[in-house]
């Protein structure tokens, strides 16, 4: 599903931040076009 | 969500189409990750910010959700979110993430 897709990263410091997304995603190629950790509070 | 990140994502969808785009979650609980996954797919529930009344209907899941988990290298997976699934409540993360899915955007 996300081969050939663009990836939005919306991480939580509280949860999985968006660094840790980011490596998970570069191991399937995927493309991550924005990332970032946010608090959801 | 955010301010600045939403006027980000309203930028990245209206520059690459929403059908290219799916938006990836790492929300602490369920409450907060289903407003993320509406907040993207129908507008700012708050409507507080730039997404406010603006229905991207971009697709988004939490990471730790099958369809996204499911496609990760499953070593990397574990490295870098296995810790956090242990505390995470992830039966009520999917099933809130889904639940919105099929309210805004249909059955999946």
Not at chain 2, 16 to 20: I, Q, S
């Given at each position: 599903m996300l081969e050939d897709k663009k990836v939005i990263i919306l991480g939580d410091r509280d949860g999985v931040p968006g660094p840790a997304i980011e490596e998970c995603i570069k191991s399937i190629g995927a493309e991550v076009i924005f990332s970032t950790t946010e608090c959801f509070v | 969500m955010d301010l600045g990140n939403q006027a980000r994502i309203k930028e990245l969808a209206e520059k690459?189409?929403?059908?290219?785009i799916v938006v990836i979650i790492g929300g602490a609980e369920a409450e907060a990750s289903g407003l993320a996954v509406e907040t993207v797919a129908n507008g700012d529930p708050a409507f507080?910010?730039?997404?406010?009344?603006?229905?991207?209907?971009l697709k988004a899941y939490h990471v730790v959700e099958p369809e996204i988990k499911d496609e990760i290298d499953a070593d990397v997976y574990d490295e870098q979110v296995g810790m956090m699934e242990m505390v995470l409540d992830v039966d009520a993360i999917i099933a809130e993430c889904r639940s919105i899915r099929e309210q805004f955007l249909g059955s999946e």
């Open positions: - | 690459y189409g929403k059908d290219d507080a910010g730039p997404l406010a009344g603006v229905q991207l209907g």
